[in-house]
């Protein structure tokens, strides 16, 4: 219903991660980048209320929403987790993919949206990076493959720079996970002095 709806709704949607059984399942929350957050919104909560599901509480963040559900017939508890997200960023307020750049590259799966293997891959990289400081292991051996994909290493150059992006990138292709992670605050640094530069 919901991936209906967005697209009904003219709101340009994909599903980033965790989407293999995805419109019936998943072990995991659903992350998805939109092209308006607030009509998006309005569709995710109308959607639920129509299904059964009730609102137990929602983040507002600086790029989009946390929004959990729950079913108020069910006997067990069992959370249903929905983010949206007009880009991926650090503290929801230091962008690190770009909504252009997820925008541009998406891809139908199963009937649905979902971000390309190659922005994915990218994301997967540099958000646990930034944000906790590793690579997570479900991640590498996907990543692994992704080091030669030329539009893979273009992104990450253009995303952290020649000299930081190379280190990373050839770190990477080594499998030194180690290293890379290392790094977390030297990307994290480079991608707050970057939005300070834009403003």
């Known amino acids: 219903r919901l991936f209906y709806k967005l697209e009904k709704g003219s709101v340009k949607y994909c599903v980033i991660g965790n989407y293999k059984s995805l419109p019936e399942y998943t072990s995991n929350d659903v992350d998805f980048w939109v092209s308006d957050i607030r009509k998006a919104e309005e569709i995710l909560l109308e959607s639920a209320r129509k299904v059964g599901l009730s609102l137990y509480m929602q983040n507002k963040t600086a790029n989009g929403t946390n929004n959990y559900f729950y079913d108020p017939s069910s006997k067990g508890v069992e959370i249903v987790k929905i983010d949206l997200m007009t880009e991926t960023a650090y503290k929801s307020i230091f962008p690190i993919v770009s909504s252009n750049l997820i925008a541009n ?95």
Not at 118 to 125: K, P
Not at 172 to 198: M, P, Q
Request: charged share 25%; aromatic share 12%.
């Open 105 to 199: 590259n998406i891809e139908e799966y199963n009937g649905f949206n979902v971000a390309n293997e190659t922005i994915e891959g990218v994301m997967h990289l540099l958000y646990p990076l930034v944000a906790f400081g590793i690579v997570k292991d479900k991640y590498k051996d996907k990543l692994l493959i992704l080091a030669d994909d030329n539009l893979f290493r273009e992104q990450v150059l253009s995303i952290l720079g020649v000299e930081l992006g190379q280190s990373i990138l050839n770190n990477l292709k080594k499998g030194d996970w180690k290293v890379v992670g290392h790094n977390y605050k030297k990307v994290r640094r480079y991608l707050i002095f970057r939005t300070f530069i834009k403003i």
